[in-house]
């Protein structure tokens, strides 16, 4: 019977073109990717109430199913069957198309994100240059919402928005600069393959500040806590997404917890050597601990979310000319300062890296 | 028609559309979106021609930067949209002369001596790169050797461009209020708080 069903189903597949097989195939692992992610974005906004919950002494959610768990996909079927109501004096295309710009790069850029050695959607050469490019790209969805919007709370979010994030990426583009000097790829899973060697290899070290500066430009970029200055309820009660509701909304906040996720993922390659383990030198590979998998890539990711809702719950929201001297006048020296540091010890071959 | 040539006709397509609505739309936001699809096509396109530098970083910086201050722009000021659309028909002869030398130069550069425009058996001649073959690689090894000087004078102007657009709208206004954050990291509880003995006995 099922071997029978298993003839049949690969009877279906040849009878497609094999351009057809090959489009089916990406669009499957498009799937296998994309699926998680989301179940990942649903539990990482259960995640958020629940911890920032215990660290303010209260429970969090705990009413829809046990402990809770079901409260993301309570969530989820509330906002769908809410209507999303468009403002009369709107922009209509631009008001609907503002959340998918959001949400787009930032699913985008997981088709260069190496989970483990060799399971990568795309392997291509330009991997660390591509995803700079498409997360550059997820501030047009906020800019167009607040314009579209026609609403003053709307459009102060989105021009604080707008230069926030032109001033962070800067920065984090010098700190991608700095990677790229230490590994000499631009293709993401050499870049990981470039730490291999356990916990001392990690680029973490050599490129400390870099790290720190990338990692806060992440938080910047995303607009979290401290830096939500978008979103400030006290100010402005939701910033670019006041006008939104329902499905519209969830969009939009699907693409905040999409980009926490990425820039997570993202800090756990460049730095901490993504999937590779952090015994790899004591406890050779026979050892579970000391194998590389993407159980590893998995709880560094996890680590870096945790410190974005940690962030969330710990610190105030920074002032506005704060945000601009930090962004400006702070990690950007300090990212061109270490660029020259690392000029000098990749010259003096004092390092990780042997050119 | 294979997959490749299907793609660059959808986002040849999509750039001359987007190109069109950078001039004929109506608000000047929409044109500026239109320019970020046109940029965006484009950069498609390069891909395509195995560019993927180029193509990232016209992305990078041409999407990312650029139109995104641009576009802040536009959205600040307060445009008259029906005076905007007076002059449209006057400035056309122009706009269509300048766009037919455009063209003519693009015919002849691309065509080769400029007689057969769809010049399709140089395409197919072009030289397929192998998959590992590194744009980026290319492109750095020949800017860093045998074109370092022109390289550093572009930049050397450049540099030069951002110190003079600084110091042009660089003004120093004494009203404004603004705090020192090393001040306020350094100060030190004396600095803010005295403690007095009262002589008040109800308090006791």
Known sequence: ?355 | MTITDFLFFAFASVTIAAALGVVASKNPVHSALFLVLTFFSTAAIWLMLEAEFLALVLVLVYVGAVMVLFLFVVMMLDINIAKMREGFVSYLPAGILFAVLFLAVMVYVVGGVGTDVMNTAALDNAIKRAADYSNTEAIGEILYTDYVLAFEVAAFILLVAIIAAISLTLRRRTKTKYQTPANQIKVQRDDRLKIIKSDDEVLK
């Open chain 1, 1 to 355: 019977m099922i071997d029978n069903l298993l003839i049949f189903a690969l009877d279906i597949w040849n009878w497609f073109p094999s351009g057809w097989q090959t489009f089916l195939l990406i669009l499957g692992k498009i799937v296998l990717i994309l699926a998680p992610l989301m179940l990942c974005v649903a539990y990482i906004t259960y995640a958020e109430r629940k911890i920032i919950g215990y660290m303010q002494i209260r429970i969090g959610p705990n009413r829809v199913g046990f402990r809770g768990w079901l409260q993301p996909i309570a969530d989820a079927m509330k906002l769908m069957f809410k209507e999303v109501i468009i403002p009369a004096k709107s922009d209509k295309y631009l008001f609907l198309i503002a959340p998918v710009l959001s949400i787009m790069p930032a699913l985008a850029a997981w088709a260069v994100i190496p989970f483990d050695r060799g399971v990568v959607l795309t392997d291509v050469n330009a991997g660390l240059l591509y995803v700079l490019a498409l997360t550059s790209v997820g501030v047009y969805g906020v800019i167009i919402a607040g314009w579209a919007s026609n609403s003053k709370y709307a459009i102060l979010s989105s021009l604080r928005v707008g230069a926030q994030i032109i001033a962070y990426e800067i920065a984090m583009g010098f700190a991608l600069v700095g990677v790229l000097m230490a590994s000499g790829s631009l293709n993401m899973s050499d870049i990981v393959e470039g730490q291999a060697g356990g916990l001392a290899h990690w680029y973490i070290w050599p490129l400390l500040p870099m790290f720190v500066v990338y990692f806060l430009s992440g938080v910047a970029e995303t607009n979290r806590a401290p830096f939500d200055v978008a979103e400030g309820e006290s100010e402005i009660v939701a910033g670019f997404h006041v006008e939104y509701s329902g499905m519209a909304f969830a969009v939009f906040f699907l693409a905040e917890y999409a980009n926490i996720i990425l820039i997570s993922a993202l800090t756990a390659l460049l730095f901490l050597g993504g999937w590779l383990s952090p015994f790899e030198g004591w406890l050779g590979a026979e050892h579970w601990l000391g194998a590389s998998s993407f159980f590893w890539f998995f709880a560094k990711a996890c680590i870096f979310a945790f410190l974005f809702l940690w962030f969330r719950a710990t610190f105030p929201r920074y002032r506005y000319d704060q945000i601009m001297r930090l962004g400006w006048k702070v990690f950007i020296p300090v990212t061109i300062v270490w660029l020259f540091v690392e000029a000098v010890m990749v010259v003096a071959e004092i390092g990780p890296w042997a050119v």
